[in-house]
């Protein structure tokens, strides 16, 4: 007998039980995007390898360790999509999308990295993100950072930490990377194997180290706060005030660096402890030189991006999602002329009742059976349909989520009963 074939390591299958808490998340997001005027881009899962190594960064670990690429059948090397703005930003160059123009666009969908998998990170995971291009000014850092905090007030999630910071602009960046190996390299010594790789490399990167015994080198490094010119200053003083002035709290992390190479000024990150190691559910900045490094025309940019996975887990957590799109109704039939006519009644309630979720029982079975798979479906009510009940145009109305007797109701009574009792 054949070995059964498995899902590949790190991707997993989201069965029916959990779907409904996704579909949750992601209408309350659509909606908050559609209020603020995003409109959704979709783009291709499969991209060519050379989009992710310029935009990305070639010394990066997305890049140098995660990406999942292989060479097509006619030579190209071809990348599974780490992550959503790369090809926003082609889409958008390619299609004229950015030309004299203002852009604010949304996407969701699965990327792909080759990490180790662990709850909260697996190789397929899902981001929902958010993009402005053509825009400047602080005023649209401040929007972006208020959408994703509406987004918690929808999904009804506390808890989350917003944590904010600025890498300045390309020259100023430069200017502290020169004092920042500077000083690491003077203490050698005291940095891990992956922190010497990264001095030589990327030594931003090493602010963000995870090793608690370099805790303390890294708190007393120099600062990119340090090395700001003023027109970076007053950027980013403008949305620690806009911040302020909306009531929403936040934590200035000089060590905030993120870990992908095409960010300038703005960072942002939304933390929680409630997940263990994968803390961040929300993170992006400002990528302002991202357009023209990809081939187009000078562009400022800014952006986000949410783990789905972790945003589900943080939901379930808190305890929500329970009896999300459970059946309003399962129709229990008796054989012959009830289940015929039971079927044509329930179409008709389909249409009269925009929203309602009924379930036709299917498959025969005696009553007791299929008293026995609606309490299972969750459904709210059983509407029962025998013979009986067929002959006097009326059909049995029975709770099954709390202690109630079953009653009858004509049939042009149902459509009144379900708009009052369920909606």
């Given at each position: 007998?054949?070995?059964?074939?498995?899902?590949?390591?790190?991707?997993?299958?989201?069965?029916?039980?959990?779907?409904?808490?996704?579909?949750?998340?992601?209408?309350?997001?659509?909606?908050?995007?559609?209020?603020?005027?995003?409109?959704?881009?979709?783009?291709?899962?499969?991209?060519?390898?050379?989009?992710?190594?310029?935009?990305?960064?070639?010394?990066?670990?997305?890049?140098?360790?995660?990406?999942?690429?292989?060479?097509?059948?006619?030579?190209?090397?071809?990348?599974?999509?780490?992550?959503?703005?790369?090809?926003?930003?082609?889409?958008?160059?390619?299609?004229?999308?950015?030309?004299?123009?203002?852009?604010?666009?949304?996407?969701?969908?699965?990327?792909?990295?080759?990490?180790?998998?662990?709850?909260?990170?697996?190789?397929?995971?899902?981001?929902?993100?958010?993009?402005?291009?053509?825009?400047?000014?602080?005023?649209?850092?401040?929007?972006?950072?208020?959408?994703?905090?509406?987004?918690?007030?929808?999904?009804?999630?506390?808890?989350?930490?917003?944590?904010?910071?600025?890498?300045?602009?390309?020259?100023?960046?430069?200017?502290?990377?020169?004092?920042?190996?500077?000083?690491?390299?003077?203490?050698?010594?005291?940095?891990?194997?992956?922190?010497?790789?990264?001095?030589?490399?990327?030594?931003?990167?090493?602010?963000?180290?995870?090793?608690?015994?370099?805790?303390?080198?890294?708190?007393?490094a120099p600062t990119l706060l340090e090395h700001l010119?003023?027109?970076?200053?007053?950027?980013?003083?403008?949305?620690?005030?806009?911040?302020?002035?909306?009531?929403?709290?936040?934590?200035?992390?000089?060590?905030?660096?993120?870990?992908?190479?095409?960010?300038?000024?703005?960072?942002?990150?939304?933390?929680?402890?409630?997940?263990?190691?994968?803390?961040?559910?929300?993170?992006?900045?400002?990528?302002?030189?991202?357009?023209?490094?990809?081939?187009?025309?000078?562009?400022?940019?800014?952006?986000?991006?949410?783990?789905?996975?972790?945003?589900?887990?943080?939901?379930?957590?808190?305890?929500?999602?329970?009896?999300?799109?459970?059946?309003?109704?399962?129709?229990?039939?008796?054989?012959?002329?009830?289940?015929?006519?039971?079927?044509?009644?329930?179409?008709?309630?389909?249409?009269?009742?925009?929203?309602?979720?009924?379930?036709?029982?299917?498959?025969?079975?005696?009553?007791?059976?299929?008293?026995?798979?609606?309490?299972?479906?969750?459904?709210?009510?059983?509407?029962?349909?025998?013979?009986?009940?067929?002959?006097?145009?009326?059909?049995?109305?029975?709770?099954?989520?709390?202690?109630?007797?079953?009653?009858?109701?004509?049939?042009?009574?149902?459509?009144?009963?379900?708009?009052?009792?369920?909606f």
């Amino acid at each position: 007998m054949a070995k059964n074939i498995q899902a590949i390591r790190g991707m997993r299958d989201l069965l029916p039980d959990e779907s409904p808490l996704w579909q949750f998340l992601e209408g309350r997001v659509k909606d908050v995007l559609d209020r603020y005027g995003y409109r959704e881009i979709r783009t291709p899962i499969l991209e060519m390898t050379e989009l992710f190594r310029r935009s990305i960064g070639e010394v990066t670990d997305i890049v140098e360790k995660e990406m999942y690429t292989f060479q097509d059948r006619n030579g190209d090397s071809l990348t599974l999509r780490p992550e959503g703005t790369a090809g926003c930003v082609r889409a958008g160059i390619e299609k004229g999308l950015f030309h004299n123009q203002v852009q604010r666009l949304w996407y969701r969908g699965g990327m792909f990295r080759h990490e180790r998998p662990q709850k909260g990170r697996y190789r397929q995971f899902h981001q929902i993100g958010a993009e402005a291009y053509g825009l400047a000014g602080p005023d649209i850092d401040l929007e972006m950072i208020l959408i994703s905090r509406r987004f918690w007030q929808a999904l009804g999630l506390d808890g989350l930490e917003l944590q904010v910071n600025t890498l300045g602009t390309v020259a100023e960046r430069a200017l502290y990377q020169e004092r920042l190996v500077a000083y690491l390299s003077a203490h050698r010594e005291q940095l891990d194997e992956e922190s010497l790789r990264r001095l030589e490399t990327n030594p931003l990167r090493i602010l963000d180290a995870k090793n608690p015994a370099m805790k303390p080198l890294i708190d007393a490094a120099p600062t990119l706060l340090e090395h700001l010119g003023e027109a970076s200053r007053q950027h980013f003083d403008a949305i620690c005030q806009g911040l302020d002035d909306a009531g929403v709290a936040c934590n200035v992390n000089p060590r905030l660096v993120r870990g992908l190479d095409y960010y300038s000024r703005t960072v942002f990150e939304w933390v929680t402890t409630r997940l263990g190691a994968q803390g961040t559910v929300c993170a992006g900045g400002r990528y302002d030189g991202l357009v023209e490094q990809l081939g187009g025309r000078p562009t400022p940019a800014i952006g986000f991006a949410m783990g789905v996975e972790r945003l589900v887990a943080l939901l379930q957590e808190q305890g929500a999602g329970q009896g999300l799109n459970n059946p309003h109704a399962y129709l229990v039939l008796a054989a012959g002329a009830p289940q015929q006519q039971g079927m044509l009644l329930a179409e008709r309630l389909r249409d009269e009742i925009p929203g309602l979720r009924l379930i036709s029982h299917c498959g025969g079975g005696s009553f007791k059976s299929q008293f026995k798979k609606a309490d299972r479906s969750g459904a709210a009510y059983a509407l029962v349909l025998g013979e009986d009940e067929l002959a006097r145009g009326v059909a049995g109305i029975k709770p099954l989520r709390e202690q109630a007797e079953q009653r009858e109701i004509p049939f042009d009574g149902l459509k009144g009963f379900f708009l009052s009792e369920v909606f």
